[in-house]
């Protein structure tokens, strides 16, 4: 073995270690052994088993709420009118917003003025659609 042997062992990711030495005349290290470090990839899997474990967990209860959520829209949507429901179904899908808010004539969610006809029906509290955007309009 030469003189300028030398030898060390290292750490590569969490669950392996290389020994390694350098020698030889070119003096490029040289890849004794690849281990794999047990203990560490034992934790890993501990620790990938809980964060699981909390992720079924958390789903769970986010399932739990969705359809407690789900029960309380439908006592709502139990008390509106079917075609006003649907509508409103319809331009979320399409607008993301359903409704928009009046003020001062302006329909709030494309802010283009609206006809005296709708703002009027607006007044009234039927379900009135904007011109415009198709947004179900109240007022403020
Ligand atoms: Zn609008």
């Excluded at 590569?12 to 040289?30: H, K, S, W």
């Amino acid at each position: 073995m030469p003189d300028s042997y030398r030898a060390g062992r290292e750490d590569i990711g969490d669950e392996l270690q290389v020994a390694f030495g350098f020698a030889g005349r070119d003096g490029l290290p040289m890849v004794l052994e690849v281990r794999p470090d047990v203990a560490a990839a034992q934790q890993s899997v501990t620790t990938a088993q809980t964060n699981l474990t909390k992720a079924r967990n958390d789903l769970e209860k986010l399932k739990a709420a969705i359809a407690s959520l789900k029960e309380k829209r439908q006592l709502h949507v139990s008390g509106i009118d079917p075609q006003a429901v649907a509508v409103y179904g319809g331009v979320k899908k399409q607008r993301g917003t359903a409704v928009a808010r009046v003020e001062q004539g302006l329909c709030r969610g494309c802010r283009i003025s609206l006809p005296v006809t709708e703002f009027q029906k607006a007044k009234t509290g039927n379900l009135v659609r904007c011109g415009s955007c198709g947004r179900i309009l109240y007022l403020a």
